[in-house]
């Protein structure tokens, strides 16, 4: 299983062609996740993994707090789920899984 794991994070190598694109996309996207004031606990990697793996690609508005502690929640999800982030603005960032099974979302070469 060790191959799945290098074959996402080598999949994850995004042109800044495909992140404009999916910043694009994501424009328009509502927050799925909304972090509450315990921020990025172990139920909300694992609700944020299932919204990914269907999905692809999702916003997740921030819990308050000071910079630093919304770029440790940043990496707490990232890394929990091997998602990229796309783009973060104030209290919300986007973030990218590619669905190896079933890709959804057609990134431009």
């Known amino acids: 299983m060790s191959n799945d794991s290098e074959l996402s994070t080598y999949d994850m190598a995004l042109s800044s062609s495909q992140i404009r694109y999916l910043r694009s996309l994501a424009h328009d ?3 799925v996740i909304l972090l509450g004031n315990k921020g990025a606990s172990d139920a909300v990697v694992k ?3 299932l919204a990914l793996s269907q ?3 999702v916003k997740v508005k921030l819990s308050g707090g000071d910079k630093q502690e919304r770029q440790a929640q940043i990496e707490t999800l990232t890394s929990g789920t091997e998602a990229e982030t796309i ?3 104030g209290h919300v960032v986007v973030l990218f ?3 190896i099974d079933e890709p959804k979302i057609a990134l431009p070469r």
């Open 97 to 99: 899984r590619r669905n």
């Open 55 to 57: 999905h692809e690609l």
């Open 47 to 49: 609700e944020l993994g």
């Open 29 to 31: 996207l509502s927050p």
């Open 87 to 89: 783009h973060t603005i």
